[in-house]
């Protein structure tokens, strides 16, 4: 089950997990998008479903999982993926528009992991949650209050729901991509060739800006038996950007 799935790292993660046989479950506000997604997972020859809902709504979370619950059983992953953004000065933010990217990004992500948790213990068979949080939690640029504040919380939420749900056999973790490039992953309508330039790249001492199967692979990972050792942690994946010590010239 993959939230935000519709269009960027949420549709890579959606079409990798469906190449490797999951039958895969996405909610997502945008249902044009939502619904080219599952058409191409069925191009692939996989099974997928897709169900319109807003990820700060607790009735269309709860919706979203019994649907899914009544035609694939209970889940086994679930990737907290859906997450929006309010720029604009601090200063002016309103505490509306703050509630909105913490409803979202945050709240969201709490209500399905509940729902997810729920269901994996009630099937006796455990599972792995992968919460997307953010380098943001980590740094900032300015006037990112409300979207930080979200990934912050994610991470803070990741180590305790790992806690909590170990006895249960469900690992819990994060994974804080940095700058990821999503304008070609997006519904078709809107597709952007992406462009970067040398300084963009050298920024990264991986030498590229990121692509959303970065992080559909290492999504991949931690749902699998290869990383059944690993719970609580946050992979940070930014090309090591945030290791690197930038001077003004």
Known sequence: MITGGAQGI????????????????????????????????HKLGGSALFLRGDNASEADIRRWFAVAGEEFGAPNVLV???????GGSMLELSLADFD???????????????EAA?????????????NIASTRAL????????????????LA??????VSLGP?????????PGWIETGDWQYSARTKTP??????????????????????????????????FITGQNLVIDGGMTVKMIYEE
Do not use: W
Not at 157 to 162: F, G
């Open 10 to 41: 949420g549709r890579a993660a959606a079409l990798r997990f469906a190449e490797e046989g999951y039958r895969v479950s996405i909610s997502d506000i945008d249902q044009d998008a939502g619904l080219e997604t599952i058409r191409h997972i």
């Open 195 to 228: 462009r970067h330039s040398e300084r963009d790249r050298l920024q990264h001492p991986a030498g590229r800006v990121g692509v959303p199967g970065d992080i559909a692979e290492a999504c991949l990972y931690l749902a699998g038996p290869h990383a059944g």
């Open 118 to 130: 729920r269901r994996m213990r009630d099937s006796g068979g455990g599972g792995s949650i992968i």
């Open 80 to 86: 907290n993926n859906a997450g929006i953004g309010k």
């Open 168 to 176: 249960l056999g469900i690992r819990v973790n994060a994974i804080s």
């Open 139 to 154: 740094m900032s640029e300015p006037d990112t209050e409300a979207y930080a504040a979200s990934k912050g919380g994610i």
């Open 157 to 162: 939420l990741t180590h305790a729901m790992a």
């Open 100 to 114: 909105r990217v913490l409803g979202v990004n945050l709240r969201g992500a709490f209500i399905c992991a509940q």
